[in-house]
């Protein structure tokens, strides 16, 4: 597998957090947020877009970018909460929750994708695909899905029907047939075309 050759910043002179989000396309649970500040030198040669990596892959970084971060944060929104604000507000409002909650506070913020809302009077810059071409913006991208993945696991052990401990409550094939036999959880995303 190459290595991918990811920039360590955008702002070199700024202390930089980047943030991502996981969870967005799923028919059940919340959508979780992530914002990392790594160190100048942070490396590791498995660090890539978290979905381009293996889940044994994604689990192991996360312990590297947990310990090493200079701070990182992760957080959520719920179900109904995404039902309230649409799935893009909430999925900015979760990545603010996770920059709130930083213990040192950046200078300036790389968001993956191409729409924020401005948080606080830290500048910012929106990337497409921007966790595949900076650093901490795929660390944020590893620390969600991780944190987001392991919450479904659990939530699985509850509703074993609708194979969330395997698809996460993305949309797969098996998932929308469990809806179709068993009807909606009482955390599915009502505001989702769930069949």
Request: glycine share 6%; proline share 7%; charged share 25%.
């Amino acid at each position: 597998m190459n290595t991918p050759s990811l920039l360590p910043y955008a702002a070199p002179q700024r202390l930089e957090a980047g943030c991502d989000e996981a969870g967005r396309g799923c028919l059940a649970g919340p959508v979780y947020a992530a914002a990392v500040i790594l160190p100048p030198d942070f490396y590791h040669p498995w660090l890539n877009d978290s979905k381009q990596m293996s889940e044994e892959r994604r689990d192991r970084v996360r312990e590297v970018i947990e310990r090493e971060a200079v701070a990182w944060s992760v957080a959520g929104l719920t179900h109904r909460e995404i039902d309230r604000v649409n799935i893009l507000r909430a999925s900015i409002m979760a990545m603010h929750r996770a920059l709130a909650t930083l213990s040192v506070m950046p200078e300036f913020i790389l968001v993956d994708g191409n729409r924020f809302y401005p948080y606080q009077t830290i500048p910012h810059r929106c990337v497409i695909k921007g966790d595949a071409m900076y650093a901490s913006i795929a660390a944020a991208s590893v620390l969600a899905k991780t944190h987001r993945d392991a919450y479904m696991r659990n939530l699985s052990q509850s509703f074993p029907q609708y194979g969330w401990q395997e698809n996460k409550g993305y949309p797969t094939r098996a998932h929308r047939e469990a809806i179709r036999t068993y009807g909606a959880s009482p955390y599915h995303r009502r505001s989702f075309r769930l069949l």
